[in-house]
């Protein structure tokens, strides 16, 4: 594929004052996402609207028409960036449903750890795991915060990830949560990808509450619920329901008191042990339900009638020694299904792709179903199917041209990066190295 890159020519507006407008044509195949409209589950999750020979045009930041390129041309014959997309795929920029992508230090030693047998529950004992880094994003100040974040979603989107959720949980206390959503707001903006906060106070009980859960969960859902919604600085609350951190009844009080104040409920389901998150999640109405390794027949039959999303995070699974979630018996059970990165310090992974792929090998899924489900169905499960996750006209201009013949590469390849352009909102975002 070395010969691929000289094919990509782009010709730059001459002037700035020119109204932006951008051209990709021949791309080989096209995956547009649309048709059935909803999150995609049963036979529509394979759906890619798979165009040949397709071509999309934007102006200023949005989709405008798209097509084969024959058609397009005929209605849209130049536009101020032009690229020859022969011989690639092109699709709609990946979005990551799941992040906890702004912290502070690093967690690189767990892994001998975990090499030497420790489970989660011991390294979290042996003082890794999420309290340390709570102690270190407490200490660190709000710009390093962001500035960092910054540098992992530029990160991200080098592997074509375009819109990230991202959530709080390592400040634990009003006024560090409120630091954390603050930084990821700023680390957005800085990188230039539209970022979704989500508020997780209810991510660990915090070592001043040692022994006083109950405590803690009053001080989530009121003090530092009252400081995150007074600045609209989330769109979504969590709550990590799991053994040794919050129960069913303690989450459904905070998803309770946050739905009220204007937050939609997500739920991190099931991951270590089955204790009823997924049911939760549908009994919430939540829009989606993450993890969900060992979720029950009854909790995945529950989220299918209230159509919750399920977000697959298999990078996890690869990072903690744990199973992979069964997305076939999801999709099977027609529950809509999404996946993530879940990028975190003990789950350092930036790329979807490699997700897909993970997913296509150890959670089930098929190629298509996982390329709709880094896309059209992530897209759902952040409340953002307005703007992304396929290339329609009236949505952003959020799209890749991928160096790979056919998107069944996808699924196949392992931890490379086939991405060559990234546009975001109608301009080019990245370029591989070599590009023209
Ligand atoms: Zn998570």
Redesign the pocket.
């Known amino acids: 594929m070395m010969a691929r890159a000289h094919k990509v020519r782009a010709t730059r507006g001459e002037r700035r004052s020119t109204p932006a407008s951008l051209l990709i044509m021949h791309a080989s195949e096209l995956l547009t996402l649309g048709g059935t409209p909803g999150p995609r589950r049963w036979d529509a999750a394979s759906e890619l609207g798979l165009i040949e020979d397709g071509a999309v045009y934007a102006e200023q930041d949005r989709i405008v028409d798209v097509g084969t390129t024959s058609q397009v041309l005929s209605r849209h014959p130049r536009a101020s960036v032009q690229l020859d997309a022969t011989g690639t795929v092109v699709m709609p920029g990946f979005v990551d449903p799941?992040t906890?992508v702004v912290f502070a230090g690093s967690r690189e030693r767990e892994v001998e750890w975990k090499s030497q047998g420790l489970s989660y529950a011991d390294i979290a004992a042996r003082g890794g795991g999420i309290l340390q880094t709570v102690g270190a994003t407490r200490d660190a100040k709000e710009e390093g915060l962001a500035q960092d974040g910054a540098n992992r979603l530029r990160a991200m989107a080098a592997f074509g990830t375009t819109t990230v959720e991202a959530?709080s949980g390592y400040g634990l206390d009003p006024d560090n949560e409120r630091k954390v959503l603050r930084s990821i707001v700023e680390a957005g903006r800085i990188a230039g990808l539209d970022v979704v906060p989500t508020f997780l106070g209810a991510h660990a009980i915090p070592p001043e509450f040692g022994g006083r859960p109950e405590a803690y969960v009053d001080l989530v859902l009121g003090d530092m619920l009252e400081a995150v919604t007074s600045d609209g600085l989330a769109s979504f609350c969590d709550v990590f329901v799991d053994v040794g951190y919050f129960s069913v009844d303690q989450a459904r009080r905070i998803l309770t008191k946050a739905r009220e104040v204007g937050l939609r409920p997500k739920v991190?389901a099931d991951e270590l042990s089955d204790t009823g998150g997924a049911a939760l999640a549908a009994e919430m109405q939540a829009v989606s339900a993450?993890?969900l390794n060992h979720a029950s027949s009854e909790g995945i039959e529950a989220m299918s009638h209230e159509g919750v999303i399920a977000v697959l995070?298999p990078a996890t699974s690869l990072a903690s020694h744990i199973p992979f979630a069964d997305g076939r018996r999801l999709v099977a059970a027609g529950v809509p299904v999404a996946i993530g990165t879940?990028f975190?310090p003990n789950t350092w992974c930036e790329s979807m792709q490699l997700a897909i792929a993970l997913a296509c090998h150890h959670n089930g899924l098929t190629p298509a179903e996982a390329i709709t489900a880094a896309t059209l169905n992530a897209a759902h499960a952040i409340g953002r199917e307005q703007d992304v996750g396929s290339v329609e006209s009236g949505k952003l201009a959020d799209l890749l041209v991928l160096d790979i013949p056919s998107w069944r590469h996808l699924g196949y390849r392992l931890g490379g990066n086939a991405v060559e352009t990234v546009v975001k909102r109608g301009r080019i975002l990245h370029r591989r190295p070599g590009t023209r």
């Open positions: 799941h906890h959530k991190h993450d993890h995070l879940d975190n």
